[in-house]
């Protein structure tokens, strides 16, 4: 049986996280409402990490449904 070269499999890089989310703001539900929040928000770290992210929301001390989509949308980026 032979064996499948790994460098045969182009694996695409994930963008950071603040892209990511920013490009679900079509979604519908709370991602899409977190998408478009983040969009509107010019100190949102576009080019930051899940962390990042995190700590934008803890300083602007958003709404506790931002804090739900946030979980749900760290949690769909992780899976890609």
């Known amino acids: 049986m032979e064996h499948a070269d790994p460098t045969q499999f182009k694996t695409e890089e994930k963008p ?3 892209q990511w989310l920013i490009q679900q703001d079509q979604r519908s ?3 899409g ?7 509107a928000d010019r ?4 080019n930051g990490d899940v962390k990042d992210a995190w ?7 958003a709404e506790g ?6 979980e749900e949308a760290e949690l769909d980026y992780l899976a890609l």
């Open 65 to 70: 449904d931002l804090y739900d989509a946030m």
């Open 33 to 39: 409402d977190l998408a478009k929040h983040a969009k």
């Open 29 to 31: 539900g709370a991602i």
């Open 16 to 18: 950071p996280f603040g």
């Open 55 to 61: 700590k934008r929301l803890n300083s602007i001390q």
């Open 43 to 46: 100190g949102f770290p576009r």
